[in-house]
């Protein structure tokens, strides 16, 4: 069975600086997906990264990136010049072939002005 | 991109009534859609995976006969909630599959059962 793990239920992040979300999966598929979704008070669900198991090279979006150690099962999520607009609940996420996303249990982000 | 959307965004129902919460894919043609419940502060729950044209494939623990799916077409899937407690007040979220890996969320349902 897959399951996704995130350790860190709440993370504060003071605005302009950098903050790091854990996240580490198992999984026995040779094929899958890991994702990183926002949650805002809206509740609207936004992808921010996603990676492909095969590519060894990290994922980038802006100021969003991630740190995947696949023999570690680990996949974290890097947020660089933090801003208000990023305080939301993060969901880290793993897809193989059902297509059923597995998500962790998630990470408050507060950004502090 | 991609659009998927859901109505209402927002229903209160007395106790023991049923509603129906709609998922369309807007601008494309789903395969399969999801179904999701979210409680306050907690992770996404898949319910149940439907494929157009076919029975939906609901998740253990999870009621078929009281959350009726209907997948009735490429852009349409239909969330039913039969006599409603209580209980079953929540978010619900349904997710939408194109073609591949890729999926598209719904903004989401708030059910609230009185």
């Known amino acids: 069975a897959q399951t996704v793990t995130q350790s860190q239920p709440e993370m504060s992040v003071q605005e302009a600086e950098t903050v790091t979300l854990s996240c580490t999966y198992d999984?026995?598929?040779?094929?899958?997906?890991l994702f990183w979704y926002k949650q805002p008070p809206s509740r609207q669900m936004i992808l921010v990264i996603r990676q492909e198991a095969y590519k060894q090279q990290n994922a980038t979006e802006n100021r969003f990136s991630v740190n995947f150690q696949k023999a570690a099962k680990s996949f974290s999520l890097k947020i660089s010049d933090s801003q208000l607009g990023d305080a939301a609940m993060y969901f880290c996420a793993s897809l193989s072939g059902t297509y059923k996303y597995i998500f962790g249990t998630g990470t408050r982000l507060k950004v502090l002005a | 991109g991609a659009v998927v959307s859901q109505h209402p965004s927002w229903v209160i129902c007395k106790s023991g009534t049923s509603v129906k919460i709609e998922c369309r894919s807007l601008?494309?043609?789903?395969?399969?859609m999801f179904w999701y419940r979210q409680f306050p502060k907690q992770s996404l729950m898949l319910m149940a995976t439907s494929n157009e044209g076919s029975k939906a494939t609901y998740e253990q623990g999870v009621e078929k006969d009281k959350f009726l799916i209907n997948h009735a077409s490429l852009t349409l899937s239909t969330l039913t909630v039969t006599s409603a407690h209580p209980e079953d007040s929540s978010f619900y979220i349904c997710s939408a599959r194109p073609q591949g890996h890729e999926q598209y969320f719904g903004p989401g349902t708030r059910l609230t059962v009185t």
């Open positions: 601008d494309f043609q789903a395969t399969t």
């Open positions: 999984t026995s598929e040779s094929d899958y997906y």
